[in-house]
């Protein structure tokens, strides 16, 4: 593995940013998934399930639910080696646009249910995959169409994801014409040589003309994702990294820390060489990075918003799609792979391509497994989302739920607190900064029982 080299830096900074090896040798980087991006477990929904859903979309819409819209663009110029989506790279115009075709097919047939009929999205998010793929002609088609079955003029945010290789400046202005308000940029690092060996499709030179059209064009918000612990990151380029990041003053940098889910390239070279460890830092040292990293931002006027971003002005950059999601917003997902949610029911989406096509050809929603949470589950959901946050209130959910998670968790929380991760003032629930850092695998002390050993998948 790329093990963090010895200090080389006359000014102290590599020496803060090496963790001595042997210090780390207990946090390999084994594949898996480490991320918790929603409760329960994607395992645990199924397709003998799938009634739910259609359950609640007979059901009167509700008044007192936000709405937000999603649309999954699984198109890449590139397949990335740690990325864990079913991406496609080798579509012509005529499949994408027979794919598009579907995705607004889904949405009429939605628009017609009386769960969703005549509801306005709070936010619309694209994502993939690569969303800025798609050629103005298709962004304007697709959006148009969208517009049309859920408008848009209470929306309040427009979140699109870019990958810097496939913008230029009619396209970002197009972007800006659509309506998108918060770019995100998945830049993950600035130098080549990294790009390259994992497979990136962009180089530096892309992320820096993408940002310079991006900032001039006037977005409410541009973020930039970067990753740390990525194949061959070593201290003195992850500090290169942050201080060029720092220079270029988006309003808000998302940081992952790097892993390896099964279905990734770097997996599948590592089962066939026998590899245990994957060849990128440990979690220790990545959570060193994104530690140093934070300091940094704070000390450039930025400010820590949850366990993976620093924004900043937390008064005016709001991110209202996790934010509305993670206080159980419904969820209307479109598109293949992608994931949904209504009242209380999670859904997936068919995973590839061809079933979903053939699925939305036949008149029905192409859903693929579902799973309707229980109120517990929901209450759980909710408070492990938000302690992502880095603090999350106590009254909301003795109000909401009727649960007070003192009561509820009170072993859990108290071991949280005594190990320094965790900590209460008044009706907050604060998280420390070693607690964020590692708030993924501390997340799922909070899991049911029977949800504990589940695969994230
Ligand atoms: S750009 Fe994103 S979705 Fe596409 S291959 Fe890379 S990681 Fe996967």
């Keep these: ?68 819209v999603y649309f999954h663009i699984p198109f890449c110029r590139k397949r990335c080696h740690f990325c864990y989506f079913r991406v496609y790279t080798d579509k012509n115009a005529s499949e994408i646009n027979a794919y598009l075709d579907a995705g607004i097919k889904e949405f009429e047939r939605y628009s017609r249910t009386s769960y969703l009929a005549g509801r306005k999205p709070q936010f619309v998010y694209f994502g993939g995959g690569t969303p800025s793929y798609l050629s103005i002609e298709q ?87 970067l990753i740390a612990g990525m194949m061959d990151e070593t201290p003195e380029n992850w500090e290169r990294n942050v201080r060029t990041a720092i220079e270029q003053s988006p309003d808000c940098v998302t940081i992952y820390q790097m892993e390896i889910p099964y ?55 709001k991110f209202i799609y996790r934010d509305s999601l993670w206080e159980g917003a419904d969820l209307l997902s479109a598109g293949v792979a992608s994931f949904g949610h209504f009242g209380g029911v999670h859904y997936q989406n068919q995973a590839d391509v061809a079933p979903y096509m053939t699925e939305v050809d036949a008149g029905g929603l192409p859903i693929f497994r579902s ?19 880095g603090h999350t209130n106590l009254a909301y959910f003795r109000e909401k739920y009727g649960v007070d998670p003192t009561e509820r968790f009170s072993g859990t929380l108290g071991d949280l607190q005594r190990r320094g991760y965790f900590s209460l003032e008044g009706d907050e629930v604060l998280v420390s900064r070693e607690g964020l850092l590692q708030i993924d695998r501390l997340l799922h002390d909070f899991f049911l029982e029977q949800h504990r050993d589940a695969r994230y998948t």
């Design 371 to 389: 799973y309707r949470t229980s109120h517990e589950e929901r209450f759980i959901r909710e408070f492990i989302l938000q302690l992502k946050l």
């Design 263 to 317: 279905n990734t390239t770097i997996f599948k070279e590592m089962k066939e060489s026998g590899r245990i460890s994957a060849p990128v830092a440990d979690w220790k040292t990545k959570r060193h990075w994104v530690d140093w990293a934070f300091n940094e931002f704070e000390s450039a006027g930025y400010t820590v918003s949850s366990a993976y971003t620093v924004v900043k002005n937390p008064e005016t950059t």
């Design 1 to 68: 593995m790329p093990a963090p080299s010895p200090s080389q830096g006359s000014t102290g900074v590599i020496d803060k940013l090496t963790v001595p090896l042997d210090a780390a040798s207990d946090e390999q980087t084994e594949a898996g998934n480490y991320f918790v991006a929603n409760y329960p477990p994607f395992s645990f929904w199924k397709p003998e399930y799938t009634g739910e859903v259609h359950e609640i979309l007979n059901s009167p819409r509700p008044t007192d639910t936000n709405l937000g």
């Design 139 to 225: 962004l304007t088609r697709l959006t148009d169409r969208m517009k049309d079955l859920f408008p848009w003029d209470e929306t309040e945010e427009v979140a699109f994801e870019a990958e810097p290789g496939t913008l230029t400046e009619k396209k970002l202005e197009a972007l800006r014409e659509i309506g998108v308000t918060r770019l995100s940029l998945g830049i993950e690092n600035f130098d080549d040589h990294i790009l390259e060996v994992n497979g990136r499709a962009h180089r530096s030179k892309e992320a820096f003309r993408a940002l310079g059209f991006a900032k001039t064009l006037g977005f409410d918000q541009v973020n930039i994702d």
